[in-house]
């Protein structure tokens, strides 16, 4: 792939823009390339476990690092929203989510939350021998032989709690007032509260919008940078606003 100066590199990435002339640039995968950290930046930048890039490659190389729960060994391979970063020589779990004011950036979170992500589902359609297959925002698309009811009433803009890396479907949240939500893009990434209102009527081309109470008061914005993450609490361990 090609090289990414740092002067063009996404505003989220923890380094220095003026240090070096070029950062790493992410592999193609299952996040685009501005919405994403490479993992190499996550071992040297975020969390000081490599002093220098050779020694991230190397730790990298040995498949000392999981994500989703299976060793990757390609140290440009982009870790995007909702990814878990585990590392078992530490015992040290981290999500990629959006913090407010900062954009994409890694927490940690409890070891119980490590076997499990959330997925926004992005498209549904019916593939060939009558299946029903619906793709995810991490790339994953997943293939029902049996289309049942419960299968049918997924629709786009729901979120799939699937264990990894095993991809069982362990939960469903439909995107409904009442429901806790997280804006994931936009000007006002990373706040988070319950959905108060949902504004379908609008005239093209105006965009269907969404109401949050949060923390910062009652946010309006695109219904498409919303994600449903709980019903009354939020399922996933979330930054502190």
């Not at 440009?76 to 590392?87: E, H």
């Not at 992005?122 to 049942?148: A, I």
């Not at 914005?221 to 930054?239: F, N, R, T």
Request: proline share 8%; glycine share 10%; charged share 25%.
């Amino acid at each position: 792939m090609g090289h990414l100066k740092r002067l063009a590199a996404p505003p989220h990435l923890k380094i220095l823009a003026k240090e070096k002339v070029f950062t790493v640039c992410p592999s193609p995968g299952p996040h685009p390339k501005y919405e994403c950290i490479p993992l190499l930046l996550i071992l040297r930048d975020y969390l000081g476990y490599a002093e220098n890039g050779e020694e991230a490659k190397k730790i990298i190389g040995q498949g000392k690092i999981l994500v989703d729960g299976k060793p990757v060994k390609d140290y440009k391979f982009p870790v995007g929203l909702m990814d878990i970063v585990s590392i078992p020589d530490t015992g040290e779990n981290f999500r990629v989510l959006p913090i407010y004011g900062r954009g994409l950036d890694i927490i940690e979170i409890p070891k119980e939350e490590s076997g499990f992500k959330l997925c926004k589902i992005l498209r549904k359609m019916h593939v060939s021998g009558g299946h029903l297959q619906v793709t995810l925002h991490d790339g994953r698309n997943l293939r029902f032989k049996e289309v049942t009811d419960v299968v049918r009433g997924y629709m786009t803009k729901d979120t799939l709690k699937i264990s990894v890396p095993s991809q069982v479907i362990l939960g469903y949240l439909r995107l409904e007032e009442g429901r806790y939500g997280l804006l994931i893009k936009g000007p006002k990434q990373g706040l988070h509260g319950r959905i108060i209102e949902i504004r379908r009527d609008v005239v093209y081309p105006a965009k269907p919008l969404v109401k949050l109470s949060t923390p910062k008061g009652e946010v309006l914005s695109i219904l498409d940078y919303v994600m449903v993450v709980g019903e009354d609490e939020p399922w996933i361990k979330l930054p502190t606003i």
